[in-house]
């Protein structure tokens, strides 16, 4: 009760679990509404990276208690490389042809590519306002720049694990592992929530 307490009482300095708490509630609630796929998760984790990078970017050097780590450089052209790379590859690979033969799956994802889905919205909205109020609160952040972030380490490991879902789980088992299968999405979507955990915990700790 004591933790819960100290979440509610002071958010912005547990911004990380706040952060995670918000994702896991809102994908919760869409997978509820059979409105989840592979491609929700990992467009969600390009975006939340692409946001991380623009507003620190921006705003870090305005918060003084914003500490620059890794290789210290605040170039940013190397990050938009690749995330350009990972956007093409999520969209016609995740959204499109995996799902080639499924109708449903492609409706439900192009609805998340073109902001039709309102629970991926939120999530994003949270993410660009929480960021911000990080900066303009002076709240201890760690900043980096690169292809070897915190985020960009949850996206990378979380496109291979994708792959891995798509051609050898969902392809084998098309029926369980649907949008309107609440236990299939369950479980397709509990090892991408698994990692982002397990990151955001070493985080905290280091």
């Keep these: ?8 009482d002071k958010p912005l300095k547990h ?23 592979v491609f929700y998760v ?5 975006w939340n990276e ?38 093409i590859f999520i969209v016609v690979f995740f959204a499109f042809m995996a799902n080639w033969n499924n109708d449903t799956l492609i409706l439900i994802n192009m609805k998340i ?5 309102w629970f991926f919205n939120i ?15 002076d709240q201890p952040v760690k900043v980096s720049f690169g292809v070897f972030t915190p985020n960009m380490l949850v996206l990378h490991v979380s496109i291979i694990l994708g792959v891995i879902f ?9 029926e369980t592992f649907t949008p309107t299968n609440l236990f299939g999405s369950v479980l397709i979507i509990l090892p991408f929530l698994l990692i982002r955990a397990a990151v955001q915990y070493v985080r905290m700790r280091y």
């Design 1 to 8: 009760m004591s933790y819960l307490n100290t979440l509610l």
């Design 15 to 37: 911004y990380a679990q706040w952060d995670f708490l918000v994702f896991t509630l809102l994908t919760a609630l869409s997978i509820w509404n059979g409105q989840t796929t």
């Design 42 to 46: 990992l467009f969600f984790f390009w």
């Design 50 to 87: 692409l946001i991380r990078i623009i507003i620190d970017r921006i705003l870090f050097k305005r918060n003084k208690n914003a500490v620059l780590v890794g290789n210290q450089s605040t170039s940013i052209f190397g990050s938009f490389i690749q995330m350009g790379v990972y956007f």
């Design 113 to 117: 590519l073109f902001f039709r889905n």
């Design 123 to 137: 999530n994003l909205i949270f993410v660009i306002i929480e960021r911000i109020m990080i900066h303009s609160s």
């Design 166 to 174: 798509m051609f050898f789980v969902v392809r084998n088992f098309p």
